[in-house]
Nanobody, 127 residues
Framework: QVQLVESGGGLVQAGGSLRLSCAAS????????LGWFRQAPGKEREFVAA????????YYGDSVKGRFTISRDNAKNTVYLQMNSLKAEDTAVYYC????????????????????WGQGTQVTVSS
């Protein structure tokens, strides 16, 4: 079992930056694949970014590629999402997710691949 707590959300103007953090407790942090997803009002939850256990494999959703950066600090049990050049359409609740299972193949992008979720943090970008 792992508990995830996001922080760092808030209100920012378009073009600005925010850094989200997700602190994990429980089992060994380095054994988890980590992801960020977001859900805007009236929309389905969508994939934002994911990072492998050792940080070598990283994926981004098309809408954030080149603007967002995911990273992890296994010593601090924390995963980060640096968000730059924010747009109004980035407004959403952002969720951290983790999965410790061993899979023969993993897309990193599917919500069903993540067993643990945080409570979410609101990001609002004003235009």
């Amino acid at each position: 079992q792992v508990q995830l707590v996001e922080s760092g959300g808030g209100l920012v103007q378009a073009g600005g930056s925010l850094r989200l953090s997700c602190a994990a407790s429980g089992r060994t942090f380095s054994s988890y694949v980590l992801g960020w997803f977001r859900q805007a009002p009236g929309k389905e939850r969508e994939f934002v970014a994911a990072i492998s256990r050792n940080g070598i494999i990283i994926y981004y959703g098309d809408s954030v590629k080149g603007r967002f950066t995911i990273s992890r600090d296994n010593a601090k049990n924390t995963v980060y999402l640096q968000m730059n050049s924010l747009k109004a359409e980035d407004t959403a609740v952002y969720y951290c997710a983790a999965d410790g299972s061993v899979r023969g193949s993993r897309s990193y992008r599917s919500q069903s691949e993540y067993a643990y979720w945080g409570q979410g943090t609101q990001v609002t970008v004003s235009s």
